[in-house]
Each structure stands twice: as structure tokens, then as C-alpha cells.
């Protein structure tokens, strides 16, 4: 035992010659530009920012069993029903946000524990060759379950983590026994069983395998950047972007942000690399790399994205907190429906 | 009291691989709640159904591949058989993740066969056309090819130690080719292609990065899933049962087929040269064509698509920090190698002296570490760790030792250790068994102490199989995904791991460079070994 205190003791040592200027994040967002602004960050302020990224869950794991000894300060992830819920574990503090930070994200977007970087919207894809105007003039999220639409929608997963906050939000505006009703007419829409990614479900529409199809807005502009090749491309144009509920609550809005981690050593850090994030020139970055929206005024989508001129109704009444409360129950119903 | 010493140390040894073994026994017990009761027997049978229909189309599909190449390899002599013999076997340096995203990447929508087509016959529908090879198609195929390297060889090292040209003694008796296959080759391979299938069967069970990556949920991801997103251990300790159940029946089986295959081996130096059969044209040219479609599918297929999108989008390939990468995956894999000889080592030989009954049973029991998935291994290990620190360290008012164990290369080393000990630990035995014990007694008499002895004689003489062992560490420490993504340090990647991530943020074409560079280190390995692999 005495070995291993000293050992103990030693690394220690070690920790406390670097945490001099350091941010340690967990991160279950790992785009490359995220390192590319971390690097921004550190040439401006001299502060090193660690990355360990990884899947959620797991991440959450380590966390949670490093209890006081997690070295963590942030945790970033993109969707706010993860960090809801991860908070409601008591596994994040209150940050202390800076006035910076309060008057650039609106609450809708932001907890005393946790805060938004960027938004991102779920929306609806179709085939404008067999979908017509008509068809889906003042559609919605509830309309999906409409039987018109039989054979024809495609969606992943239950287990995706963006459809159960979509669901957390239909859960908080309709009520349960509602939504279970609806997420039966949804899986009788089906045109197949879920299966692949976002990207995946606006090819399938794309290639005739169905008419409509549930997609964040980000995927359709990351095809038409070319960035997955000329085909992909192609492909993207063949379907168009709709945005669901505009004539009542607004489309369903999502955001990937960052949580100050219950036993964070370097918090003051930490805010000093949200307050970053949230700047004007992060925020470009983001928004041209990984075609989100951004979190703050004043910084222009890229062209590429639908809905690039936020000219369309967010749905900023229901608060993405509700999204991990209602968790849960979004999976239940999602299941019981027999929803892949 | 240096019997004792070594006793101690093999004990030691022995001990430490258990300890997370039984962590993942003993956390099941524990009650939580849960919301989801009503769902959990649907989730069981699905859970059971899908690793069943997994792991009976993968042994199928792995029985078919690797005795069928097996078979002509061992006994026929067609163009480029010299080549297949070794080429086969180049499919273990693609995992069946990598694999998968080669599988997507080929035939999704919008994917590599539509620009094929699209430039030979320009633009059409092709998609409806394109079959797809997803979900649970798409796993089957996956781990298969990735897997049946192990049926081929295990089974090509039966037919290579028959005592006597068994086609011949089929012609002999007036057989048919097909009679002669399946009465009399089939039936003397049976052990080496139980042995065989039963090690496909582990690790097909074992999976996480291609069924997760395919949707597909297992025992496996269950366990994984009820464990730590639900917080369910009670949900988990079922289907660890269950999981555990299947793969220690396999573990035993394996065991036992491989001492049975040994048995038919004959006594050393007793192989002859046995004078293969040639093929007329247009047998040899439908033997080619087997093994090269093999060899294609199972190693040409994703390199080539990797190959493909780096060409393409080779802005990926500047992006990335390849010699970070290297020397980081060479570091993890040089220390797991010594760590798990040098133990090996001790525990064989502490065996080996102490001839103890309990230390045998401990040290057969630790092996089983090997039929733990890497990624419940993982996740136990964290869990242990946060257990003892909470329980004993913080107790006795000792400073924490979590971040010694977690997120630390030391840690990462200690699984690796764990789930990899019975690869080190059988294959220095079997060359341990090859030491006459009279060696040993001469030794003694000579006045040799132990160590003396140990570092003298058996040392040197088990050069090559260390060497073997080495490479083999070295591939599977390369390959390895679940372990190192959970528990390395923080700006700590492998190439295993920035495929993962790239391929888990949709970046398939960006995970291609470092699983190129993935397969190609593992292919080098795997060439330097391939006269031992195929020997032994
Ligand atoms: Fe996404």
C-alpha cells in the first residue's frame, strides 16, 4: 500500500506541473475542426486543451466511476437530452457562466450546468417528384403517423439518441398516451425496417426506396459540399429540405453543447473555452465545417444548409432541457410501438 | 524457499487475470432499478435470437470458407497454390469492423459499385438493383470473412501432419472423391476444425465494433447497453449468464478439440512430404478461382475501397498525424508484448516446478479471460477499480488510485494483459510441452539453480515460440477497438480508434487512412510470422 501511495503521490506530482493551464474535455463530438479550434484556442490563450473522445455512454461511464478522482472539465456531446440527462445524474455542477456566455446563447439553449454551442434542426426530406406540394402542405412531426404516408417514411433507429429527443419533445407537447399512439402510426409508415445513419435515410430517398425521410439538417449539407463524393452530391439535390410545424410550435431544434463536469479541477478554463466556442470567429468555424447553426447572433449559416436564411419557425417554446427529462418515456413509447 | 517464490508468483499472475473475471460474476448481483421491465423479455429473446442467427451463419459461412480452402491448398497442386497457402491467411489483418465500413462504403445507396457502374455504363437507376449488405446480412458477412482464417488454418495444419496422403487411401479403397472428402478427410480434420469453430464462435460472440456499427443488437451489446445506459445490472447479469453460458461451453470445447487435434499430430520429424495432386485445367482454374475470390473478398475487397477513397479525398491522408499514431500504437503493442511474455513465463514455469493442482486450476480458470468480450472486459475493469479505491484505498485514507488504473497506458496494458494472457499463456505451454521435464532433472543434478535453469535452458529454447507469441500479441493489440477506446489517456489515439471515431461521426472516408495503415502494419506482421503460423 505505502508503494502505491508513493506511486500515487508521484503521478500527482506530475498532474500538478501540467494543470497549470490545461482543459480536459470528454467528448462524444469528434469532428476534426473541433481539434482544429481547440488549437485556435490554446495559440490565443496558452491554455492546452486534452481531448478524450469516444461514444457516449462510455464516456459517461468513466465519468461517473472516477467519481472526485475524473479530471474532466467539460463534457461536449451533441444533443442536449445527453447532457439533460447526464446533469439529472448529478454528475455536472453548476458552471458559473460568464455574463459573455448568458447574453450570447438564449435560455432556451442553456442550463446553470450545461450550455449550447451550436443548433441543428431535425427536419423532414422529400422526393419532389413523388411528394407533392399539396401533399405536404402544413405538415408536421404528429404528421408522420398520417397513413398517407404508408410505405413511404424512412427513420432510424429507436436507439438514436436524436429521434429520442425528437420523441422527448412530441412526449412533452402531447403527452404519452398520444405519442404512443402516434409512434405506432409511425412504425405502420415504415417503408423499411430502421437501419444506417441520417445520411442514410435522405439516399434511400434519394434512390426511390421511400418519399420522405427524417434527417438533420447538417447531413444534407455535408452531401452537397462534395465532401462524400460526386454522387452523394447528386444525390442531395434530387431530394428537398421541409420544415415541419411552421403554422404551430415550430420545427424541432437540437444543440450540441458542453457540461461542466461535477469535480471539474479547471473550471475557470473550461468557461474561458465555452466563452470561445461561443465567439464570433469559433462560431464561423463551426457553422462552415460542420454545417450546423449557430448558437450566437450575428453569424451566418453556411450556404449549403436548408433554411440557411432562419427564416422558418423554431420550435423555441419547448425547452431542449425537456428533452433528456422526458428520455425515457420517448423510448418506451418508441419500443412499445416495436420501433426497430 | 524459492519454490514457494515461484508458487507465489504464478499465483500472483494467475490471480490478477481472474480478479476482473469474477468482478464481471459478482457486479451482477447487485439490484437496480429500472424502467423498463415490461420490455426486458422481448429484449432477451431478440438479444438471443440475433446472436444465434449471427453465430450460426458465421459458422457456416467460416466452416464452408476455411476447410474448403483448406482442402485444395493441402492436397492439390493448381496455379498459384504456393501463393494461396500464405495469402489466405492475410485476412486476419482486416477487423470485422473495418470490414463493415468496406461493405457499407461498397454497396450503400450513392455508394463505390453505383460510381462503378454509373462510369462504365453511365447514369441509370442502378440503386434498386445494388443489393445491400446491412444489418444482419451485413454482420454474417463481416465477421465471417475476418474470422475464417482461424478454420482454415487449424484445419490446413491437419491435413499437413496425416500420416498417410489420405486421398490416395480413399482411391485405395475405391472411393469416390466426394466419398473419400466426406468419410474420410472431413471426419480426420475434426478436431482442428472444431477447434477452429469454436475460436470463431468466441470471438464472433465476442463482437461489438461491426454489430454495433451494423445496428445489431447481441448478448453482447445488451450486456453492454443494459450495463451502462440503463444502469441495469440485474437485466445484465441475465444475459451475462446467457453469454457466458455459450461462450464458456465454447471456450471448453475448443480446449478440448485442440488436445485431440495435437493427439493426431504425429511424433516430431515424422512428416513426409507428401506428393500433392495435380489439377487438369479446368479443375485447377476452378480451384483458382475459389481461393482467389477468397482471397479477394476477404482482403483485396477492403483494401481496395480504402485504397479507393484515400485516392479520392487524399486530403485525409495529410490530415492525419499518421506518426503520432504509429508510435503510439508501436508503444502500447512493444509493452503488452514483454508484459504478457515475461508473465506467461512465470506462471508457465511456476506450473511447471510446482506441478500444484490448485495453481493448475487457477491458472485454467484465469485463461478464460480470453472468452470475456473486450468491451464488457473494459467497462468490469473500470468498474473494479472505482470499487476497490472506494472500498479499501479510501478507507485507509491512502491517496486515490483510480488515475493510476484509469486512462492510463498502465491501465490499458493491464486489460490487454487480461484478455490476451491465455494467447501468450497456451502458446508458450505448448512449447513448454516440448521440454523434456528429464531436461530439467539433468539440470538440477548438474547443480543448476531454478532460475539458472529457467533463464539457461528453457529461455533460449523457446526462442521462436516467444517470437510467435510476440507477433501474434502484436496483431491482436494492433486490431484491438473496444478496450483501448475506453480506456485511453486523454490525446491518446491508434489507428484503431480514429477509424472508429471518424466512421461513428459519418466520416467512412476519412476512417479509411488509418485503417489502411491498420491493415497494412497487421499484414506485415502477419507475412514475418506466416511460416510459423502456417507451420504450427
Ligand atoms: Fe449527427
Redesign the pocket.
Known amino acids: 500500500m505505502r508503494k502505491l501511495t508513493i506511486i500515487s503521490l508521484f503521478f500527482a506530482l506530475i498532474s500538478s506541473f501540467t494543470i497549470a493551464a490545461e482543459v480536459n474535455i470528454f467528448s462524444a463530438r469528434h469532428y476534426d475542426s473541433d481539434i482544429q479550434l481547440y488549437e485556435k484556442f490554446t495559440a490565443a490563450t496558452g491554455i492546452k486543451v486534452n481531448v478524450v473522445s469516444g461514444k457516449d455512454k462510455a464516456l459517461q461511464k468513466r465519468i461517473t466511476e472516477e467519481g472526485a478522482d475524473c479530471v474532466g472539465d467539460l463534457y461536449i456531446t ?1 444533443d442536449a437530452g445527453r447532457l439533460g440527462a447526464f446533469a439529472a445524474k448529478g454528475m455536472m455542477q453548476n458552471a458559473g457562466w460568464s455574463k459573455a456566455i448568458k447574453d450570447a446563447v438564449p435560455a432556451q439553449f442553456r442550463s446553470a450546468k450545461w450550455t449550447g454551442i451550436a443548433k441543428r434542426a431535425r427536419i423532414i426530406y422529400y422526393s419532389p417528384e413523388r411528394v407533392s406540394a399539396n401533399e405536404l402542405n402544413g405538415m408536421t412531426y404528429e404528421g408522420l403517423a398520417d397513413p398517407k404516408w404508408k410505405g413511404r417514411l424512412v427513420i432510424r433507429k429507436s436507439n438514436n439518441i ?1 429521434n429520442q429527443s425528437l420523441v422527448a419533445s412530441l412526449v412533452k407537447n402531447r403527452g404519452k398516451t398520444t405519442t404512443a399512439n402516434w409512434a405506432k402510426g409511425v412504425v405502420a409508415n415504415m417503408a423499411r425496417t430502421p437501419k444506417g ?2 445520411r442514410a435515410q435522405i439516399m434511400a430517398v434519394a434512390a426511390g426506396e421511400a418519399d420522405i425521410a427524417v434527417a ?1 439538417t ?2 444534407h449539407a455535408l452531401m452537397l459540399s462534395g465532401k462524400k463524393g460526386a454522387e452523394q452530391q447528386e444525390a442531395a439535390k434530387k431530394v428537398k429540405p421541409f420544415f415541419p410545424n411552421q403554422q404551430d410550435r415550430g420545427t424541432h431544434i437540437n444543440i450540441s453543447g458542453a457540461g461542466m463536469l461535477k469535480h471539474a479541477p479547471n473550471k475557470a478554463n473550461a468557461v474561458k473555452l465555452v466563452e470561445f466556442l461561443l465567439s464570433t470567429e469559433a462560431q464561423n468555424h463551426i457553422v462552415n465545417n460542420t454545417f450546423e447553426y449557430p448558437m450566437i447572433a450575428g453569424v451566418t449559416p453556411n450556404d449549403l444548409v436548408p433554411g440557411k436564411e432562419m427564416n422558418f419557425v423554431m420550435d423555441t417554446k419547448t425547452s431542449v432541457k425537456s428533452y433528456g427529462a422526458k428520455q425515457a418515456d420517448a423510448l418506451e413509447v418508441m419500443l412499445a410501438a416495436g420501433w426497430k | 524457499m524459492k519454490f514457494n517464490s515461484w508458487y507465489l508468483s504464478s499465483f500472483i499472475v494467475s490471480f490478477v487475470v481472474a480478479i476482473p473475471i469474477l468482478t464481471v460474476f459478482a457486479s451482477f448481483f447487485q439490484e437496480t432499478t429500472n424502467y423498463y421491465d415490461i420490455l426486458k423479455n422481448t429484449f432477451l429473446i431478440e438479444y438471443i435470437y440475433n446472436s444465434l442467427t449471427l453465430l450460426i451463419g458465421v459458422l457456416i459461412l467460416t466452416l464452408v470458407l476455411g476447410v474448403g480452402c483448406a482442402y485444395v491448398v493441402s492436397f492439390y497442386d493448381f496455379p498459384g497454390v504456393k501463393f494461396f497457402k500464405w495469402a489466405l491467411i492475410l485476412s486476419f489483418a482486416v477487423p470485422a469492423y473495418i470490414y463493415a465500413y468496406s461493405l457499407t462504403a461498397f454497396f450503400e445507396n450513392f455508394g463505390t459499385l453505383y460510381s462503378i457502374l454509373k462510369s462504365l455504363f453511365g447514369s441509370g437507376e442502378y440503386n434498386q438493383s445494388i443489393p445491400k449488405f446491412d444489418g444482419m446480412l451485413g454482420a454474417i458477412l463481416s465477421v465471417s470473412f475476418s474470422l475464417f482464417g482461424y478454420v482454415y488454418v487449424l484445419t490446413r495444419a491437419s491435413f499437413h501432419y496425416q500420416s498417410q496422403n489420405l486421398i490416395e487411401l480413399g482411391q485405395n479403397l475405391g472411393f469416390t472423391k466426394y466419398k473419400s472428402f466426406f468419410k474420410i478427410i472431413l471426419p480426420s480434420a475434426r478436431p482442428a476444425i472444431v477447434a477452429g469453430l469454436a475460436l470463431v464462435a468466441m470471438e464472433t460472440l465476442s463482437d461489438f465494433g461491426a454489430v454495433s456499427f451494423f445496428g445489431i443488437a447481441t448478448l453482447t451489446t445488451g450486456i453492454y447497453d443494459s450495463w451502462i445506459s440503463f444502469d441495469d445490472l440485474a437485466f445484465a447479469n441475465q444475459l451475462s449468464f446467457f453469454l457466458l453460458l455459450f461462450i464458456l461451453g465454447l471456450f471448453f470445447i475448443e480446449n478440448i478439440s485442440r488436445k485431440r487435434a495435437q493427439y493426431h499430430s504425429p511424433i516430431k520429424g515424422g512428416i513426409k512430404e507428401k506428393k500433392k495432386i495435380k489439377l487438369n485445367f479446368s479443375k485447377g482454374t476452378l480451384a483458382f478461382v475459389f481461393c482467389f475470390l477468397v482471397f479477394f473478398i476477404s482482403f483485396l475487397f477492403p483494401v481496395l475501397q480504402m485504397l479507393y477513397w484515400t485516392i479520392i479525398f487524399p486530403k485525409n491522408l495529410f490530415d492525419l498525424n499518421t506518426f503520432q499514431l504509429f508510435s503510439n500504437t508501436i508503444y502500447l503493442v512493444f509493452l503488452s508484448s514483454i508484459v504478457l511474455v515475461v508473465f506467461s513465463f512465470i506462471s508457465n514455469y511456476g506450473n511447471r516446478v510446482t506441478k500444484s493442482k490448485f495453481l493448475n486450476f487457477l491458472t485454467t480458470f484465469s485463461i478464460t479471460g480470453y472468452a470475456i468480450p473486450g468491451v464488457i472486459l473494459a467497462v468490469a475493469f473500470i468498474t473494479f477499480i472505482a470499487w476497490f479505491d472506494n472500498t479499501f484505498v479510501k478507507a485507509f485514507e491512502f491517496n486515490s488510485i483510480k488515475k493510476i488504473f484509469i486512462g492510463s497506458v498502465f491501465g490499458l496494458v493491464i486489460v490487454y494483459f487480461i484478455r490476451f494472457y491465455s494467447l501468450a499463456y497456451n502458446g508458450l505451454k505448448t512449447g513448454y510441452e516440448r521440454i523434456n521435464r528429464s531436461i530439467d532433472e539433468s539440470s538440477y543434478l548438474l547443480g543448476y539453480s531454478k532460475i539458472k535453469t529457467f533463464l539457461g535452458i528453457h529461455v533460449p529454447y523457446l526462442k521462436n515460440s516467444v517470437f510467435l507469441i510476440g507477433i501474434l500479441i502484436t496483431i491482436e493489440v494492433i486490431k484491438e477497438l473496444p478496450i483501448t477506446l475506453i480506456l485511453r489517456p486523454f490525446n491518446f489515439e491508434t489507428f484503431a480508434t480514429t477509424a472508429y471515431i471518424f466512421a461513428s ?2 466520416l467512412l472516408e476519412a476512417a479509411a487512412v488509418p485503417s489502411l495503415f491498420l491493415i497494412l502494419i497487421a499484414s506485415t506482421f502477419i507475412l514475418i510470422t506466416s511460416k510459423f503460423i502456417l507451420k504450427d
Do not use: G, L
Open positions: 451533441a436524436y445513419n441520417d438533420n447538417y447531413y | 461521426q459519418d
